[in-house]
């Protein structure tokens, strides 16, 4: 996918999507700035999402045969072409916890028009087999707390290259509702975005994209956006809390 103008209007918050292409535009991108290789077991619900054998976006297991990513990965993506990954730290080998499998059914949010309701759940033809290297994080019944340290975690690109081989993992704090809606401006669209406190130190960029942001065994937000090409300002978040319902409505088969 190519670059997300995702807040007209406001030149200097373009977006990226996922697999957008910031160095086409001379721009230097940033890997997940702060954060440290993630240890095997850590984030055991973080899945990636190949499309047409090629890495694309990243994806959180909510169920043994689900998983939640942003809608704008696999918008226009057809289920046949994708293939998640689960239960591996690195890209570029073959590892023994590692489980792969096919996609056999997409739901987008039925509001999603880009960026609002960026939300999508994919469903698997088989689900994983449930590991210390692969388990799911549970969804929200509350409001995203403040002050909590949040992990937000991908292979996202890096200063050299258009992805990180290790997963990484970097600490958040998210912002209040009144900081988020001056953050985002005239698109924000109230209770459906988390935006992380403005950092040059500590954010998460590219190919981070439909990824989660995790605390105490909770999924609270999907990588969503940035708020600059170098990813060295806030991101967005889609707020999870906000969609449990309709999540669980389609999960559940209600």
């Known amino acids: 996918m190519t670059k997300r103008a995702w807040l007209a209007g406001l030149p200097l918050l373009g977006l990226l999507g996922c697999g957008g292409a910031p160095d086409e535009l001379g721009v230097q991108t940033q890997e997940i700035i702060g954060g440290g290789i993630a240890a095997r077991y850590e984030l055991p619900y973080q899945v990636r999402i190949h499309v047409s054998g090629a890495f694309t976006c990243g994806g959180t297991l909510i169920r043994a045969g689900w998983v939640v990513t942003a809608a704008h990965c696999v918008q226009g993506v057809t289920p046949a072409s994708m293939r998640i990954y689960a239960g591996d730290l690195r890209l570029g080998a073959v590892e023994a916890d590692e489980q792969y499998r096919a996609v056999s059914r997409k739901v987008m949010h039925p509001s999603y028009i880009a960026p609002d309701h960026d939300v999508a759940l994919l ?46 993992r970097v600490s958040l704090s998210i912002t209040s509702t009144a900081t988020c809606r001056d953050l985002v401006g005239s698109t924000y669209v109230n209770g459906t975005v988390l935006c992380t406190a403005p950092s040059a130190t500590a954010n998460v960029c590219t190919k981070d994209d439909g990824g989660p942001l995790a ?40």
């Open 123 to 168: 469903q698997l033809a088989q689900p994983f087999n449930l590991s210390q290297a692969v388990q799911p994080l549970t969804l929200p019944d509350a409001p995203a707390p403040l002050g909590a340290p949040y992990i937000a975690s991908g292979w996202g690109r890096t200063q050299t290259g258009p992805t990180s081989d290790a997963l990484k």
């Open 215 to 254: 605390f105490n065994g909770t999924l609270y937000g999907i990588v969503s956006g940035f708020g600059s090409n170098q990813c060295n300002t806030f991101s967005m978040f889609t707020n999870v809390a906000t969609y449990t319902p309709w999540i669980r409505s389609v999960i559940n088969g209600t």
